[in-house]
């Protein structure tokens, strides 16, 4: 068993005004993000699943041509290969997001995927 205690963890940065902690496991990786307001993250894609479950602030979800607003305690699942991007809110974001198979989401080039 591993406890993640985020605030000891390295803090690093994925795209302008985005910042991330990240644990990668066998099966599963998560990251902890923390978006300044209006923060963008491009549209991309992955081949992982993805679940994310937003802390505090909002986030607009696109994809598919739709875009929804997410808020504190609100959740969200994205099947592999699903082109998304996002907009943090006015009052930024804390976001923590899991991935199947695991990956690590900030490498040194960015959010790694595929824009």
Known sequence: MSV???AERD???ALPGIAASVAVG???SAALFTL???A???EHSHDNEEFGQVISGSLELTTGGRTVTV???D???LPAGVRHGARAGAEGCELLECYAPPRDPVPATGLGDSA
Do not use: D, I, Y
């Open 4 to 6: 993640l205690r985020w």
């Open 11 to 13: 803090h690093r940065a």
């Open 26 to 28: 066998e099966h599963l």
């Open 36 to 38: 300044e307001p209006q």
């Open 40 to 42: 963008v993250v491009p």
């Open 71 to 73: 808020g504190a305690g």
């Open 75 to 77: 959740g969200f699942l």
